[in-house]
């Protein structure tokens, strides 16, 4: 069989996993996340993390690999996704890589030559003292595209993005390129907008049923500080906000779920360009274009 990867794609809540695993089961495939956030260990709940009973025993790569007290770069992530690449392919299994984190996918799929920028606590600390709009000002001079497609209050992830401009003196869009050299199918799960609007306030809401609210504080009581917790974004951080008493309830349900419809529409931002993905509405759909695309697949 020939070497080859399908990316499934799409916005947040899209029901990209659910797919993922059918296509798995039909097309003896292996599946390596691309979340940025799932890679932590313990941040379950929050990131809609699959569970080992609904993966239906398809091997998932790329879950859980790091503690959420260290930082985790694109860089190492590409390293991993590509050992995991390879060792799918010894196994004569289809890889199937699934994500919403656009740079986590490119990295990838495009082989982004990413520069080795190691921390700067110099750097950082003058960074640090500016407000979220001052550094997205500068972010938007330097990066355009990223200021665009980047989580807007997410302080810790501005100031990374900047701290590679800044030290390379270029934008991430202008990175050298090393596409994988074997074909990629991209899928990306269409839904309208309402659509994802709903299911997102209806995970939240599932999400603090299953325990959301323990699952931080877990975290908090192996070490890790509020100003990480909400560092991590979307629900962690308006949750992290109510722990800490600084916003009621509603406010929490309200500000998370419109944080996570923005992040969906930096997400597309990324997505709608790409004239390489195909958008499906179904499992049929996305089973046809396989079949269509990839001839020696069964």
Same mark, same amino acid.
């Given at each position: 069989?020939? %070497? *080859? $990867?399908?990316?499934?794609v799409?916005?947040t809540?899209s029901? #990209?996993?659910?797919?993922? @695993?059918k296509? !798995?089961?039909?097309?003896?495939?292996e599946?390596?996340?691309?979340?940025?956030?799932?890679?932590?260990?313990g941040?379950?709940?929050?990131?809609?993390?699959?569970?080992?009973?609904?993966?239906?025993?398809?091997?998932?790569?790329l879950?859980?690999?790091?503690?959420?007290?260290?930082?985790?770069?694109?860089?190492?992530?590409?390293?991993a996704?590509?050992?995991?690449?390879?060792g799918?392919?010894?196994?004569?299994?289809?890889?199937i890589l699934?994500?919403?984190?656009?740079?986590?996918?490119y990295?990838?799929?495009?082989?982004?030559?990413?520069p080795?920028?190691?921390?700067?606590?110099?750097?950082?600390?003058?960074l640090?003292?500016?407000?979220?709009?001052?550094?997205?000002?500068?972010? %938007? *001079? $330097?990066?355009?595209?990223?200021?665009?497609?980047?989580?807007? #209050?997410?302080?810790?992830? @501005?100031?990374? !993005?900047?701290?590679?401009?800044?030290?390379?003196g270029?934008?991430?869009?202008?990175?050298?390129?090393?596409?994988?050299?074997?074909?990629?199918?991209?899928?990306?799960?269409?839904?309208?907008?309402?659509e994802?609007?709903?299911?997102?306030?209806?995970?939240?809401?599932?999400?603090?049923?299953?325990?959301?609210?323990?699952?931080?504080?877990?975290?908090?009581?192996?070490?890790?500080?509020?100003?990480?917790?909400?560092?991590?974004?979307?629900?962690?951080?308006?949750?992290?906000?109510?722990?800490?008493?600084?916003?009621?309830?509603?406010?929490?349900?309200?500000?998370?779920?419109?944080?996570?419809?923005?992040?969906?529409?930096?997400?597309?931002?990324?997505f709608?360009?790409?004239?390489r993905?195909?958008?499906?509405?179904?499992?049929?759909?996305?089973?046809?274009?396989?079949?269509l695309?990839?001839k020696?697949?069964?």
């Amino acid at each position: 069989m020939e %070497k *080859k $990867l399908i990316a499934i794609v799409g916005l947040t809540a899209s029901g #990209k996993s659910e797919l993922a @695993i059918k296509l !798995a089961k039909k097309f003896h495939g292996e599946i390596i996340s691309a979340d940025s956030r799932q890679v932590y260990k313990g941040l379950d709940i929050g990131t809609a993390k699959i569970k080992k009973g609904e993966m239906k025993g398809i091997l998932h790569h790329l879950l859980s690999v790091v503690s959420p007290k260290k930082g985790y770069s694109v860089v190492s992530y590409q390293k991993a996704a590509y050992r995991a690449i390879l060792g799918i392919f010894r196994r004569k299994h289809v890889p199937i890589l699934i994500g919403g984190s656009p740079q986590y996918i490119y990295s990838v799929v495009d082989g982004w030559v990413l520069p080795k920028v190691v921390p700067d606590k110099k750097l950082r600390s003058q960074l640090e003292k500016l407000s979220i709009a001052e550094l997205l000002w500068k972010l %938007k *001079k $330097l990066d355009p595209a990223r200021a665009k497609s980047i989580e807007q #209050k997410n302080k810790r992830r @501005i100031i990374r !993005a900047l701290e590679i401009v800044l030290t390379t003196g270029k934008p991430v869009s202008s990175l050298k390129k090393d596409p994988l050299p074997y074909p990629v199918l991209f899928l990306g799960i269409k839904r309208t907008k309402e659509e994802i609007k709903k299911r997102i306030h209806k995970r939240f809401l599932a999400m603090l049923k299953q325990g959301f609210l323990s699952e931080i504080k877990k975290l908090r009581k192996e070490g890790l500080s509020w100003k990480k917790i909400e560092s991590f974004g979307l629900e962690y951080r308006e949750s992290a906000q109510y722990l800490q008493g600084k916003i009621s309830k509603k406010e929490m349900i309200e500000k998370a779920t419109k944080a996570t419809e923005n992040f969906a529409r930096r997400q597309m931002v990324w997505f709608k360009k790409d004239q390489r993905i195909y958008w499906v509405k179904n499992y049929k759909e996305a089973t046809n274009l396989i079949l269509l695309s990839f001839k020696d697949i069964s």
